[in-house]
């Protein structure tokens, strides 16, 4: 599938995430990193030679996709330090608009999960991170 008919797919079903190669399309409704955490807990190489488009394209979320070799990233809001990382890591990229920074959803500073990889350059390192942050946000809930 090209980028535009899975630009199409995602506004139609209003998925949060889609990566797609000619064996695998993977859609989710989940929010933030989890569609890509989720997947990586069962296979790091999971999003390998993936096209992703997804809403929101963070430094952590480009970090996690480049440990999984994805082959190309459209987000449909892209953070600078993401685009930094990809050009980095020789990893084609678009979006439909650029940031700064990726705001937390209650809009009162930057995403925890960035804030987690801003000094990370290492995406196992990254992965690692985000994972015990993951750990604590989901104990800081209960």
Known sequence: MNLARLKQLQSDGFYSLIAARPDLLYTSHERGIAPIMNMLKRDQSYFHDCIIVDKIIGKA????????????????????????????HG????????????????????CPMEETVAN???????????????????????
């Open 120 to 142: 990370v350059n290492d995406s196992q390192a990254a992965y690692r991170a985000l994972c015990i942050k993951l750990d604590q946000l989901m104990k800081d809930r209960r």
């Open 91 to 110: 990893i084609a990229y678009s979006y439909d608009h650029a940031c700064d920074i990726i705001i937390n959803r209650t809009g009162t500073g930057m």
């Open 61 to 88: 979320a480009a970090m996690l996709l480049t440990l999984s070799h994805a082959q190309y990233i459209h987000g449909q809001l892209m953070s600078t330090n993401a685009m930094r990382y990809l050009d980095e």
